[in-house]
């Protein structure tokens, strides 16, 4: 690599696009790298690289499950994956942000969860289910016994971002950064080697909830965000304004919130076919 330059990267990336029809997502990673590779490993300057060809981003419709279909979901789901699942739902939460949530994010008496460094790194506050007061509190009572064994038996407190550790020293052992949804076991910080223990993994929510797919015979693909995309679909087809579901998503554009409009009510745009008329 040492040895070429742009007119090679500018040939890669192009077949990539032309011949080995990769997503728009694949060839952008596979320039990062390139750049991340002679900047910061080579310490190679790159000129501006143009006149590539790129790979055309596919536009797809989000999958949305009906409200039968999600309460189907749900009755095959228990214990702290079923909580997880309805918050992903109930709250319209990415899974980053759900498995980041910590005691002090819930708020039970005005019924809100605060969202610290969403994507595009803002905060942002959503609803707290009324149907998810008495679960969530069995939960926090749940984690504060973990939390107190932790403490006792002295263990490091939880991770917290940026300098806050070194501003605010033993915050990390404070129960309001307590993790909402704490991992079973300890486990070392990539960072900084502590042996401490971190959140949930995103493994403990999106396997059941593939496996509870499946046990309630849905026919459609289901993930985490599969919930989101549910979550905003059934709150525009309540009536609510579009305006007050980006918000509560916390869609920088509201062109990204206007996706949900394609697959409200029933599909093929709610039109009647033809045929039925023969009836």
Not at 16 to 28: D, R, W
Not at 36 to 53: A, C, M, N
Not at 92 to 105: F, N
Request: proline share 5%; with cysteine; hydrophobic share 40%.
């Amino acid at each position: 690599p040492a040895n070429m330059g742009v007119p090679e990267i500018r040939a890669f990336l192009s077949h990539l696009a032309t011949h080995g029809n990769v997503a728009a997502s694949t060839q952008n990673v596979a320039f990062s790298a390139l750049l991340f590779l002679y900047r910061d490993v080579l310490k190679i300057p790159l000129p501006e690289i143009d006149g590539v060809e790129r790979a055309k981003r596919s536009k797809r419709l989000p999958t949305v499950l009906s409200q039968s279909e999600t309460k189907r979901l749900f009755d095959a789901m228990s214990g702290t994956p079923r909580l997880m699942a309805h918050m992903l739902y109930g709250a319209g939460l990415r899974l980053t942000e759900l498995l980041e949530l910590r005691v002090k994010d819930v708020d039970l008496e005005r019924g809100e969860i605060t969202v610290r460094e969403g994507k595009g790194d803002k905060d942002r506050r959503t609803m707290l289910p009324k149907s998810l007061y008495q679960p969530v509190t069995a939960q926090l009572a749940e984690i504060r016994v973990l939390h107190n064994q932790d403490r006792e038996a002295g263990h490091p407190g939880v991770f917290l971002p940026y300098a806050l550790e070194r501003k605010y020293p033993g915050a990390a052992s404070q129960w309001i950064w307590f993790w909402l949804f704490p991992a079973a076991s300890l486990s070392g910080d990539p960072r900084s080697g502590v042996v401490r223990r971190h959140h949930a993994t995103e493994e403990s929510i999106s396997r059941p909830l593939v496996r509870a797919a499946t046990a309630a015979n849905l026919t459609k693909r289901v993930t985490c965000h599969t919930l989101r995309h549910s979550f905003a679909t059934h709150l525009l087809e309540s009536g609510y304004d579009i305006r007050t579901v980006q918000e509560l998503l916390g869609h920088k554009d509201v062109a990204t919130t206007m996706i949900y409009t394609h697959v409200l009510n029933k599909g093929g745009l709610g039109v009647k076919s033809p045929l039925d008329g023969l009836a």
